[in-house]
Structures are given as structure tokens and as C-alpha cells.
């Protein structure tokens, strides 16, 4: 009997590994094993998990080279190659070592534990008109074809309640129709967002055909979702940012939805990638259709839309665009042509506004753009601003009584000292979620009040489901959050939108500052006057720069102007979409 021949094989070990360095390693194993399989391997004194690139027969080796051997197979065929290309783009494209960017790709192997049946039914839709700019969308993102020869990358562009998700349902619907093997991904930027998405789209095609992908759901729950893309048993993926790792069967259709939000970069942990790059790699590797949709589309997307690199599909508005008014705060330090001492977050206008919406019975949203009781705080003595020991910068102050770090999550004792004079008194300058929250509460101690923050929001995914289910029950009467409430949101009873210090927008250091604030401020005014809504809706937005022109944009959603000022200021200084 032959003896059998020893193979040679290139595995990726799942840790970091130098740039400098080759990013596979050779090991020794009695047979072939197959690219994509998930290993054992010896890695110095340790052994971890190791993703198989392809197998050789072994030969005879100059200077009697030993190698390792592979421990153990823990599962064959666990990655795809569609999954290794993706993962060696990033890690080329972003250089990043591929066995970081590969650890991404692969989910903890955990068995689900059992759940009770989702509340989601398949509920028969009414039959919803779509108009003609709708049937031309549907009609060239589902047009099939050479995939070389045609356009196959698109910028869905309009306003909220233009119908760009009805767009979407349709599209996906009929290519089911075509190929019921069919997948399609729709990347959502915010967890806060699934609960609706999953409803949505669980109420149209049926729940068993969805899987969804993010951070926030047990490990057991997302191994088995993961599974469920793998087979082919889920035919819409609904997922942030990390579910374009997911190991696609039959991908024919990525949809980017909110494709302005930068919540699709990763920025807090390796690898660091922009999932909107990602898709557009993916959709090249599987042959797939991809549709960018914004009501406020990045300057470099829409630039690309215009050079024709993207297919630029408009929608018009189906519903009247809400009553939008600036108020400016510098009115409210004079009374009688007194100044006021003491001045309130909350306008004499908005305070109002708020009041007529709650006897009317509609829904408000406040939206701030951060969290906790204050920006930053300052030592009253010698001035210093109270920064986190670990990453420098500036602590919060929490409605429990400490400071915490919101980057790192340090978190202070009860009484802090002041690192340069020792001293212990300090004082709260600026605006988050826990002070308007503690401000309204004071105006309006009868309303049912919520709050949406990454601090409210981290404990699990069934706090978003909740805050979804019960804002959508009309069980909160004011909902006060950052950006997680500011998109995407289609809850017909909002009658108030409030942006409580739309100058904090433009305070960061960055050239993207005036699109991500008009973004947002447009996005902030889209929750209010949804189709169905019986009030035509309204928005207040609390500044003191009346005349700052990117606002006066926002509040008319004149992005064709926005986008003219903008591009103008980019090419002028050699930024993106003119550089790198």
C-alpha cells in the first residue's frame, strides 16, 4: 500500500501579522485540505484558528526545513472564496494584516439558544401606486444582463417620503420573481434602525426569508443567520456594516440605504474599513447589482453620479414638504429688553410648538447631536478642562454624577480632582441628551419621555426593538436622541421635529463638517410629515447664526444649491472627490 504523501499547506493564522511579513504561513498536513477551511494551528507557544489559502504536495526541502503541523481541521470549507477575495481587498486597500481582517470574517462557532417566535407576520399589503419615476427606477435596477456591458451601480436619489424604500421592495421583488435563489443585502448604518427595517421587510416578504446581521445579537443567534446566508436559506440579509463579511450563495442585489451616514466607517477597532467601498469591491466579485441611497448623498458620490461612474435615478417628493422655521437663539437672553440671567435649552418657540403637538396628540422628536449633561466641563479655579487620563479628551458629565469618557468609556469616581490645581469644583459647559432630557422633563412632567443614545442603547438589542415598538405604539409622547433617531425613522404620527443646537454641527475639525451637518439637519426634518401623516408636519431649528447659508439649505432641502457650494470649496482645495 502506497504510503501517502504528506501536503504543504498556506494558512492565514487569525491574529495580527506584520505588513512586512508574508501574511500566510507554511504547515505540514497529511492530506489535502480545502481553501476556505477553518484550523488549528501551533503559532509560536500558542495555538489559534487559522483560515486555509490552498494546498501543495510537500517535496523535498533545502536544508532540512521543518515545518509545523496543522493541529487540527475544526471545520472544511467554512469560508468562500468570494469571502477571501473580499477580505484580502480590504487588507490590501486598507492596509490592514489579513488575519485581523479575516478574524472579521469569521463568527464564533456557538449553537443558538431557543427564542420564542418573533412577533413579524407576512400581512397582506395594500396595493401601493408607484409613480413613474418609481416604475423607471425599479425597472433599471432589475434589468439583467451582461454584467460588463450595462450599468450596474446606482445613486437613488430624494427626499424622505419620496419612496425610496418602496423602490427597494419592489426591486427585490422582482428579482425574486426571476431567480427565487436569489440574495440581497440591504447595509443599514444604525442598529436603531433594524427593528423597523426587519419589520418592514418581514411584513412584505415573509420573516423566514430574512436574516439579520450586526453587533448587538447573541453570538449563537448570528452563527445561525450566518448559516442560513451560507446554505442560501436567507434571501434578504439586513445588516451594519459587518454583514458584508457575510459568506453570500447567490448575491444578485446590494442596497446601501442612508449611503451619506458615517456610521459605515469603522473607526474604533481594526480592521478599519468603510463598508461603502467594501460593497462596491463585492458587488464586482459576485456579479451583483449595488444602489446607493440618499436623500442627501455624499459630495463624492453624487460628483461620481455626475461624471456618470453612477447611474443618478431621481425621485420626487409624494408628500408636501414640512413647515421648517429658524429660530434664533440670541432672542432668548432678552425679555423686555432685559437680559435673562438664566436661559433655557428649550425656546419660548419650541416650548410652544411642543405643547400644541402634545394637546393634538402627535409625536415629537428633539434631536441633539450628543450625549450626557455637557459638552465638556472646566475646573471653576484655574480653568482647565477636565480630559480622560487615557485618550485626552474632554470627559462628560453623566446625570448620575460622574464624568465618563465617551470615546474609551473611563469613567471617573463621584469627586474628581483637577489635574493641574487638585481642585474639585467644576462647571458643565454646553448641551447633550441628559440635559434636554432633564429640561423637559421640568416643562412637560406629564409626557411620557424617551431617550436614544449610545448610553441608553448599549445594554442589548432588545432595548432598540423596545424603543421602536413603543415610539411606534405611540407610547413615548417626546423622544430626545442623537443621530441614531435622525434617519431613516417613517413613523406617520411625528408632527414636531426640534434641532436643538444645530451650531454643535459645525464645530469639528474636519472638511466633511458642512455635509455630515446638512446631512443630518435634512435627515432631522425628514422624520416629520411621512406619508399617512394627517398634520403636514413641522420643524424648528434652534441656532444662533440664522444666516449661516448650509443651514438655510437644509431647512429649504436645497441639496442641488448645498452640493454647488460644496464642490466648489472641494476643487478649490484639492479635497475629495479631487484627491485621496
Known amino acids: 500500500m502506497p504510503i501517502k504523501k504528506p501536503h504543504i499547506i498556506s494558512i492565514v493564522p487569525l491574529t495580527k501579522i506584520p505588513l512586512f511579513r508574508d501574511q500566510a504561513f507554511f504547515y505540514l498536513y ?44 475544526t471545520e472544511e470549507n467554512f469560508l468562500t472564496e468570494k469571502q477571501i477575495r473580499t477580505a484580502q481587498f480590504i487588507s490590501d486597500y486598507y492596509f490592514v494584516s489579513l488575519g485581523i481582517v479575516m478574524k472579521m470574517f469569521v463568527p464564533k462557532i456557538v449553537k443558538a439558544r431557543k427564542q420564542g417566535a418573533h412577533s413579524i ?69 444604525e442598529l436603531t434602525i433594524a427593528s423597523q427595517e426587519l419589520e418592514r421587510y418581514g411584513n412584505f416578504f415573509g420573516p423566514d426569508k430574512i436574516a439579520v446581521l450586526n453587533s448587538k445579537i447573541s453570538k449563537g443567534q448570528y452563527y445561525k443567520n450566518w448559516q442560513a446566508v451560507k446554505d442560501g436559506t436567507a434571501r434578504i440579509i439586513i445588516g451594519t456594516r459587518q454583514a458584508v463579511s457575510a459568506p453570500f450563495k447567490n448575491l444578485q442585489l446590494i442596497i446601501v440605504d442612508e449611503e451619506q451616514d458615517i456610521s459605515f466607517k469603522q473607526w474604533e477597532m481594526n480592521p478599519h474599513y468603510d463598508a461603502r467601498t467594501v460593497a462596491q ?40 414638504k414640512p413647515n421648517v422655521e429658524i429660530v434664533d437663539l440670541k432672542n432668548e437672553h432678552w425679555k423686555n429688553w432685559k437680559k435673562v440671567s438664566i436661559v433655557s435649552p428649550i425656546s419660548k418657540k419650541l416650548e410652544s410648538e411642543i405643547g400644541w403637538s402634545l394637546q393634538n396628540n402627535f409625536q415629537v422628536i428633539l434631536f441633539i447631536n450628543r450625549q450626557g ?52 469644583s467644576f462647571k458643565n459647559v454646553g448641551l447633550g441628551t441628559e440635559k434636554i432630557e432633564k429640561e423637559i422633563e421640568k416643562i412637560f412632567p406629564s409626557a411620557h419621555i424617551a431617550r436614544a443614545d449610545t448610553e441608553s442603547m448599549k445594554k442589548s438589542v432588545k432595548s432598540q426593538e423596545k424603543l421602536w415598538q413603543d415610539f411606534s405604539q405611540k407610547k413615548i409622547d417626546i423622544l430626545i436622541g442623537t443621530q441614531m433617531i435622525a434617519k431613516a425613522w417613517d413613523l406617520p404620527n411625528v408632527g414636531l421635529v426640534g434641532i436643538i443646537d444645530a451650531d454643535s454641527l459645525f464645530a469639528f475639525p474636519d472638511f466633511h463638517t458642512n455635509e455630515i451637518a446638512f446631512a443630518l439637519i435634512s435627515q432631522a426634518i425628514g422624520r416629520t410629515g411621512r406619508t399617512g401623516s394627517r398634520f403636514r408636519g413641522k420643524a424648528l431649528i ?23 457650494f460644496e464642490i466648489k470649496e472641494r476643487q478649490a482645495l484639492s479635497y475629495p472627490p479631487f484627491s485621496k
Open 542 to 564: 434652534q441656532t444662533y447664526h440664522p444666516e449661516n447659508q448650509v443651514i438655510r439649505w437644509a431647512a429649504e432641502r436645497d441639496y442641488q444649491n448645498f452640493y454647488a
Open 373 to 424: 449633561m455637557s459638552k465638556f466641563s472646566i475646573c471653576t479655579n484655574c480653568k482647565t478642562v477636565l480630559t480622560c487620563p487615557d485618550c485626552e479628551r474632554a470627559l462628560t458629565y453623566r446625570q448620575k454624577g460622574n464624568y465618563e469618557c465617551l470615546h474609551c468609556k473611563f469613567e471617573t469616581g463621584d469627586f474628581p480632582l483637577c489635574p493641574n490645581c487638585q481642585g474639585m
Open 281 to 320: 469591491e463585492l458587488a464586482k466579485i459576485h456579479g451583483a447589482k449595488l444602489v446607493f441611497g440618499s436623500a442627501t448623498p455624499r459630495t463624492e458620490t453624487f460628483y461620481q453620479a455626475r461624471e456618470k461612474k453612477l447611474a443618478i435615478l431621481t425621485l420626487k417628493d409624494l408628500t408636501l
Open 30 to 73: 497529511k492530506e489535502p485540505i480545502t481553501s476556505g477551511s477553518l484550523v488549528k494551528i501551533p503559532l509560536g507557544k500558542r495555538t489559534i484558528d487559522g483560515i486555509v489559502l490552498e494546498s501543495k504536495s510537500d517535496f523535498p526541502r533545502l536544508g532540512n526545513i521543518q515545518l509545523k503541523k496543522v493541529v487540527s481541521i
Open 121 to 189: 407576520e407576512h400581512e397582506a399589503r395594500e396595493k401601493i401606486k408607484l409613480t413613474t419615476e418609481q416604475l423607471s427606477a425599479i425597472r433599471e435596477i432589475t434589468s439583467s444582463t451582461n454584467y460588463q456591458l450595462l450599468t450596474t451601480s446606482y445613486l437613488l436619489h430624494g427626499s424622505a417620503s419620496s419612496g425610496k424604500t418602496q423602490v427597494y421592495f419592489e426591486a427585490i421583488k422582482k428579482i425574486l420573481a426571476k431567480n427565487k435563489k436569489s440574495q440581497t443585502l440591504i447595509l443599514i448604518p
